[in-house]
């Protein structure tokens, strides 16, 4: 069913303004406009709603009982108009962002306290998981933006390069390499090492990029997240690989990171967003806070 609201607003102005020169003032219209708008609503109706004369305007009894629900419509959708307009002008609403699980220790915190200073009254819902499961949330909606590593480009998505993350050597102290500034692939013992899962894209890319050169990596552990590598080697396990923005100096009392050269490999992490997808005003925000702060590793 469509409602006339023109109508039903023309018909709460003159109601309440008691004649038709200052209600159609009041919305900005000439008289004529404003009676057609009368007119039209009633014709929708059948019914009449206002009885008029030469020299003054009634409501029939129809339209004394029509005048609640009347008033009634117009203020929600004038507040409701103006909520929009807020959340456009101000960017206020709610967030809905993936993201991988390495990005919550520094980049993703970053990110937060920069937006919320900006938008206090904005909410933030995350999906944290694989690239993949941050891909797969974009595409299918239940996330405006998602940042992950760069994979294989999908054509129902943007992806924009945020940064470049080198992946570093992290083990406890005292170790035989503490002193050294960097440390070759080759020269690791690969024994005592925490490996990420096979299924998580940045093994699958580190993999990738090591096999080109002859380097193939054997360790004895493997966990499925990031954290419970630096856990592991903060309890003194072994040692681990990890993308720089997992991890800084002083992070854990006694754990380092080393560069890792020849090669220096780096994740590239993207933010994504549907191709066919508009942002509301609060991701549209975010974005702007993400694309404004910028990291290096």
Same mark, same amino acid.
């Given at each position: 069913?469509?409602?006339?609201?023109?109508?039903?607003?023309?018909?709460?102005?003159?109601?309440?303004?008691?004649?038709?020169?200052?209600?159609?003032?009041?919305?900005?219209?000439?008289?004529?406009?404003?009676?057609?708008?009368?007119?039209?609503?009633?014709?929708?109706?059948?019914?009449?709603?206002?009885?008029?004369?030469?020299?003054?305007?009634?409501?029939?009894?129809?339209?004394?009982?029509?005048?609640?629900?009347?008033?009634?419509?117009?203020?929600?959708?004038?507040?409701?108009?103006? /909520? $929009?307009? &807020?959340? !456009?002008?101000?960017? %206020?609403? *709610?967030? #809905? +962002?993936?993201?991988?699980?390495?990005?919550?220790?520094?980049?993703?915190?970053?990110?937060?306290?920069?937006?919320?200073?900006?938008?206090?009254?904005?909410?933030? /819902? $995350?999906? &944290?998981? !694989?690239?993949?499961? %941050?891909? *797969?949330? #974009? +595409?299918?909606?239940?996330?405006?933006?998602?940042?992950?590593?760069?994979?294989?480009?999908?054509?129902?998505?943007?992806?924009?390069?945020?940064?470049?993350?080198?992946?570093?050597?992290?083990?406890?102290?005292?170790?035989?390499?503490?002193?050294?500034?960097?440390?070759?692939?080759?020269?690791?013992?690969?024994?005592?090492?925490?490996?990420?899962?096979?299924?998580?894209?940045?093994?699958?890319?580190?993999?990738?990029?090591?096999?080109?050169?002859?380097?193939?990596?054997?360790?004895?552990?493997?966990?499925?997240?990031?954290?419970?590598?630096?856990?592991?080697?903060?309890?003194?396990?072994?040692?681990?690989?990890?993308?720089?923005?997992?991890?800084?100096?002083?992070?854990?009392?006694?754990?380092?990171?080393?560069?890792?050269?020849?090669?220096?490999?780096?994740?590239?992490?993207?933010?994504?967003?549907?191709?066919?997808?508009?942002?509301?005003?609060?991701?549209?925000?975010?974005?702007?806070?993400?694309?404004?702060?910028?990291?290096?590793?």
């Amino acid at each position: 069913m469509k409602i006339d609201f023109d109508g039903v607003q023309a018909f709460v102005a003159v109601a309440e303004l008691g004649g038709f020169s200052r209600a159609a003032a009041t919305l900005h219209i000439t008289q004529t406009a404003l009676t057609r708008r009368i007119q039209k609503l009633e014709h929708y109706l059948g019914l009449q709603l206002l009885a008029r004369t030469t020299r003054r305007v009634e409501m029939t009894a129809v339209g004394r009982e029509f005048l609640p629900q009347a008033r009634s419509i117009v203020q929600d959708m004038t507040l409701a108009v103006e /909520r $929009l307009k &807020d959340m !456009s002008q101000r960017a %206020v609403g *709610q967030v #809905v +962002l993936a993201c991988i699980p390495s990005m919550t220790t520094h980049v993703l915190p970053a990110w937060i306290r920069e937006y919320a200073a900006q938008h206090p009254d904005n909410r933030i /819902r $995350l999906h &944290d998981g !694989s690239s993949n499961e %941050v891909r *797969q949330a #974009v +595409l299918g909606g239940k996330a405006e933006l998602g940042v992950a590593v760069q994979g294989e480009a999908h054509p129902d998505l943007i992806e924009t390069v945020l940064f470049a993350d080198p992946l570093v050597f992290v083990f406890r102290s005292p170790h035989p390499l503490d002193g050294q500034k960097s440390v070759r692939w080759a020269d690791m013992r690969d024994k005592d090492l925490i490996g990420i899962s096979s299924f998580m894209a940045t093994r699958i890319f580190m993999d990738y990029q090591l096999s080109k050169r002859g380097i193939r990596l054997h360790g004895n552990y493997e966990v499925q997240h990031h954290a419970t590598a630096i856990n592991l080697v903060a309890a003194g396990v072994g040692s681990a690989i990890m993308p720089a923005s997992a991890i800084r100096e002083g992070d854990r009392p006694g754990v380092r990171s080393l560069a890792l050269t020849h090669p220096a490999v780096k994740r590239k992490v993207v933010l994504l967003q549907r191709r066919d997808g508009v942002l509301s005003p609060a991701a549209q925000a975010f974005r702007g806070t993400i694309e404004r702060v910028k990291l290096a590793f």
